[in-house]
């Protein structure tokens, strides 16, 4: 069984109202040194599988059917045996 | 003329869609539940607004999925007309029938208000009974409403006459000010490349009555009738 | 059994001892638990109860009263309206945005219980100041739990009140009301019928949510309670969504013997109450409930609050189709046992039995409670307070931008935009006026719904402040061309156990009780939230009332607006030399105290009667009642609400200056008329014999309030500027 740690972002040039706001607040908090801020969405799951390599297609699958919109998200992800 | 409504799992506009198509359209309507595999008795497929599947994960995301949208992506290939209003906009965006996606509103908040739209392109099977230039007051009501696309397929969109609707003031201009979302260029509607398919986010069956705020969307439905009488006629 | 574990469960000496008696033995840990959250103050009423007893509840259009999920009136056509009202203080002081977002999960399946389809939700909130920052973060929590649940059910959110008040800081008030509609012949009620006929458990699955939520509501707050976060139980708006549509299709599939929704005391509380409804018994194993979680005991099981579930007694042979339905929706059904004729409930897990009570033992035969009453000493100071001594400010188009720009009164845009109130294609009369107004589909008649509650009144007189809050509800609705027809109400008080507290609730209901029976509108459904204190004392007694009024005709709905230039302004009823109580004495000098404004319910009904007869007779444009910040302020609102301006000329008698222009006196309602229907508007004020004054005109763009005796105008003020206050206020706080 595999945890595949999956985070989805959206990408760079898309208006990220959530970013926006938190970069906000924390500048109004005196956070002056926080450049940027990208607010974004984690995911788990657990998958059974042989080897990490099979598995690591099957979650490619899963993100580009239904965890994450290509036309605004990107997501990155990170296998942990369990 | 027959309309299929279509209904998800946190569909909620269906019965409003209805009531327009009925009482106010006089035609025919009938709920299609999302586990269907058919809509080839149908004229006009709406997919009505709400939260399907709670609108978790992303709006529209899950339901892509349900069997329905097959045979509603059969009917659109043969030009059938496919309106997706609100959530059913968001819907047809993430199964790539149009073009684009929606993020969250710039305010984060959800929005429900009067808004102002000018209809861009008066010969789709949605606006031909409108004027050009025609300015709408609708309203919203939804926390996605931010559309998003990529410089190329915005060309794309405004060169090709697919941008329908955008928002603008009450006299008809269109600045950022009238936004209610942060959508690109204002944008409020697009249809596909072939205009059969339009997506909207703005609510026209909320306000195709007197009693209701007005009865400017109205023409929405009255356009899909129209030109599918013309088009039977032919 | 220890003394400590008793006590722990919030359960009294004489109370163990009862049930002791009841069950002619020790009770078993389980048992102690479901006792003990059924005769909490919460599910028994206990301490409430005999006061509640002064409502009058009969009346021609009541289908069915309090003591079901909700109560029912008839609207005509065969149709009824259900509605309730019930608060979510206590979660929502400690996370207002699942709070807030479970009470109008909970306030909705109360309805849906009915048989009703949920078509309006309406709320009155109470906070602490906006100043700070904890005190947006709660308020801004709970709209935003209240819009999210809300909306993705797709059950508009059309209306409600707001106050803002330092007195609710350490304990917020949220209140949610819910209105359903439905056809005589579903009416659905929450009983147990039948002997051998299956209970199902339908909806969302037991997981160990607020185990001892009724309790909880039932206890002060202390600061330590914020950080107790397991208590607050999140809800699925989405599966809400899919139960309702599940239980409406088995309700019209005339599956249904009775239905009942898991709130406080989760299976405990609506396994008993069916059974007891019905004099009957019931038998469950609780090996059958679907868990989300592992290892729960059935002490966790029986008490569980997870939201989302309901409790469904079909017709026996009919499980398979109630299956059925239930899974088309992605929902689980399950029989978890069966009606019996012995009048027990008797718990099993598998072979074992693990409790075994009196059903009736748990829902009716909790001790009731007389507590000690006595009056506040702090009444005779404030009574006698002399706002005349106060200084007159100057300027009076400062003290009426400060009074619009007060958040109490100021728009609610901020908040209902967040709220869908338009899904359904029925809110006729959006937020923002004094009534939102849903028309009936299918028939010419409409329904007006409002919310409305003074705590500051009630504070300083309880028993004229329980009167007022009725009457001003009813006004409101008749504002809006309505027949006020019934009510329902939440009761937010502190700790009924301080003499002076239960003074003030017994006078309040008593107020409220007399304004109901002289205004014809039953009290149909209810709740009592108590214990509402923090480390800062107890809230303002807090009475809630919300209230539907029925339409006969779409064409007699109205607004506050004035409509058309040159409309004539009468101001029905007469303004009296009061002050005290006002938001005018809050805003301008920082206090709160002074005489109430009296009510007399006769004048009271007369100005109603009028205003509905005039409205019926299509004389009457625009309505409005004056509330808080008095004449002025209504006026105003009404100016921005239509877009106009106005022209006011006022004779000030005996009054100063500001009891003219802001006192809050009672029974008064701004109306228009057309400029030529004067005389038929004085003609008909006649009949009514009620007093009635001419007293400006509409139009133009400014706001201009003439004083006879006092040169220039008094107000004048364009309509761009009190907009810019009014509408703004919240929003810059908020922003």
């Known amino acids: ?82 | 003329m027959k309309f299929g409504i279509v209904v998800f799992p946190g569909t909620n506009c269906e019965a409003d869609v209805r009531y327009v198509v009925e009482e106010i359209l006089g035609q025919e309507a009938y709920y299609l539940w999302h586990k269907e595999k058919s809509v080839k008795r149908y004229d006009c497929i709406i997919l009505p607004g709400g939260a399907s599947y709670g609108g978790y994960l992303r709006e529209g995301a899950m339901a892509k999925f349900s069997p329905i949208m097959e045979a509603i992506t059969d009917h659109a290939l043969k030009g059938g007309l496919v309106l997706g209003i609100s959530d059913g906009f968001q819907i047809l965006l993430e199964a790539g029938l149009l073009p684009g996606a929606m993020v969250k509103n710039d305010s984060l908040q959800f929005r429900c208000q009067d808004t102002y739209i000018r209809v861009e392109n008066e010969k789709t099977p949605y606006t031909c009974l409108y004027s050009p230039g025609e300015v709408l007051k609708i309203p919203i009501a939804h926390a996605a409403g931010n559309y998003y696309v990529d410089e190329k397929n915005l060309k794309e969109l405004e060169e090709g006459g697919q941008i329908v609707f955008r928002y603008c003031s009450p006299s008809g201009e269109v600045l950022p000010q009238y936004n209610p979302n942060g959508s690109l260029n204002n944008i409020a509607g697009i249809t596909n490349g072939e205009g059969n398919i339009l997506g909207m986010m703005p609510h026209p069956e909320r306000c195709s009555e007197e009693i209701m705020s007005g009865v400017a969307g109205r023409k929405v439905f009255e356009s899909i009738l129209y030109w599918l009488k013309e088009r039977c006629a032919l | 059994m220890k003394s400590e574990t008793w006590k722990e469960m919030g359960l009294r000496e004489n109370e163990y001892e009862l049930i002791k008696e009841i069950l002619g033995r020790e009770p078993n840990y389980l048992e102690l638990g479901m006792f003990a959250v059924m005769w909490s103050e919460h599910c028994s009423y206990k301490n409430s109860k005999n006061a509640l007893k002064l409502f009058p509840t009969k009346g021609k259009r009541v289908i069915c009263g309090p003591g079901e999920n909700a109560g029912a009136v008839d609207i005509g056509n065969g149709k009824a309206v259900a509605f309730k009202v019930e608060s979510h203080n206590h979660p929502s002081a400690i996370d207002p945005f699942r709070g807030a977002a479970t009470g109008v999960g909970g306030i909705v399946r109360d309805i849906l219980c009915m048989g009703a389809r949920p078509i309006a939700m309406l709320n009155s909130l109470r906070f602490g100041s906006l100043d700070n920052s904890r005190g947006k973060y709660l308020f801004n929590g709970a709209v935003s739990g209240i819009a999210w649940y809300g909306n993705c059910l797709g059950v508009p959110t059309v209306g409600g009140e707001v106050y803002f008040n330092k007195n609710y800081e350490g304990n917020p008030l949220v209140n949610a009301m819910c209105i359903g509609i439905l056809n005589h012949d579903d009416l659905a009620r929450g009983r147990a019928e039948g002997v051998g006929n299956p209970v199902m458990l339908v909806g969302a699955r037991t997981g160990r949510d607020g185990i001892h939520g009724a309790t909880f509501a039932s206890e002060e707050l202390s600061s330590e309670s914020e950080g107790e976060g397991p208590t607050v139980v999140g809800g699925d708006p989405f599966v809400e969504k899919l139960l309702l549509e599940a239980c409406l299709e088995v309700n019209r599939a005339g599956y249904l013997v009775g239905m009942q929704d898991l709130g406080a005391a989760g299976i405990t509380g609506a396994t008993s109450e069916t059974a007891s409804r019905a004099g009957l018994g019931m038998e469950i194993d609780i090996k059958k409930v679907p868990l989300r979680e592992e290892g729960m005991t059935p002490y966790e099981i029986m008490l569980s609050e997870s939201q989302e579930r309901m409790l469904i007694i079909p017709k026996k042979g009919k499980e398979g189709e109630v299956e059925r339905i239930f899974k088309k929706w992605d929902l689980e059904a399950v029989v978890i046992g069966y009606v019996t004729d012995d009048g027990i409930l008797r718990v099993k897990n598998g072979d074992k039995v693990e409790a075994e009570i009196p059903a009736r033992a748990l829902t009716e035969m909790c001790p009731v409670y007389n507590p000690e009453k006595k009056e506040p000493a702090y009444l005779k100071e404030t009574r006698s307070f002399d706002w005349r001594k106060l200084p007159v400010p100057e300027n009076m188009n400062k003290v009426l931008l400060e009074l619009l720009s007060h958040p109490s009164i100021a728009s609610k845009e901020w908040i209902y935009r967040q709220y869908d109130h338009m899904v359904g294609t029925n809110t006729v009369v959006r937020p923002g006026s004094d009534a939102a107004v849903l028309r009936i589909k299918g028939t010419k008649t409409a329904i007006a719904a409002t919310m409305d509650g003074n705590g500051k009144y009630c504070y300083l007189d309880p028993r004229t402040g329980g009167a007022i809050v009725v009457a001003e509800a009813a006004r409101n609705l008749v504002c809006a061309g309505a027949r006020p027809i019934a009510l329902t109400d939440c009761l937010n008080f502190g700790s009924p156990e301080k003499p002076e507290i239960y003074w003030q609730f017994e006078q309040v209901i008593r107020g409220m009780s007399e304004a109901a029976e002289a205004l014809g509108t039953p009290v149909i459904s209810g709740n009592v939230s108590l214990y509402n204190e923090s480390d800062k004392g107890a809230i303002y007694p807090t009475p809630i009332v919300g209230m539907v009024g029925l339409i006969e005709d779409t064409n007699h709905i109205r607004s506050q607006g004035f409509q058309n230039d040159g409309d004539l302004i009468f101001l029905l009823g007469r303004t009296e030399p009061e002050l005290g109580a006002s938001m005018y004495l809050e805003v301008v000098h920082g206090l709160e105290t002074g005489k109430v404004p009296a009510l007399d319910l006769k004048k009271e009904k007369a100005v109603q009667e009028l205003c509905l007869e005039g409205i019926g007779a299509g004389l009457i444009k625009s309505a409005h009642d004056c509330s808080d910040g008095g004449l002025a302020v209504a006026i105003a609102e009404s100016c921005i609400s239509g877009n106009i301006g106005a022209e006011i000329n006022l004779v000030k008698g005996n009054l100063e200056l500001p009891e003219l222009l802001f006192g809050e006196t009672q029974s008064r309602i701004i109306v228009t008329v057309d400029r030529n229907k004067g005389e038929e508007m004085r003609a008909l004020t006649e009949k009514f014999g009620v007093p009635v004054s001419l007293i400006g005109q509409v139009g133009g763009e400014e706001l201009k309030i003439k004083v006879n005796g006092i040169s220039g105008e008094v107000i004048n003020l364009s309509i761009s500027k009190l907009e810019e206050a009014w509408r703004g206020a919240i929003k810059c706080m908020m922003d």
Do not use: W
């Open chain 1, 1 to 82: 069984m595999f945890l595949a740690k999956i985070y989805v972002t959206l990408k760079e040039g898309v208006l990220d109202p959530q970013g926006n706001a938190v970069g906000k607040a924390l500048h109004s908090m005196n956070y002056k040194e926080v450049q940027k801020v990208k607010v974004g969405k984690y995911v788990e799951l657990y998958i059974e599988g042989e080897n990490a390599e099979e598995v690591g297609k099957r979650v490619d699958e899963i993100c580009g059917k239904l965890l994450v919109n290509p036309v605004v998200e990107q997501y990155s992800y990170e296998l942990v045996e369990v």
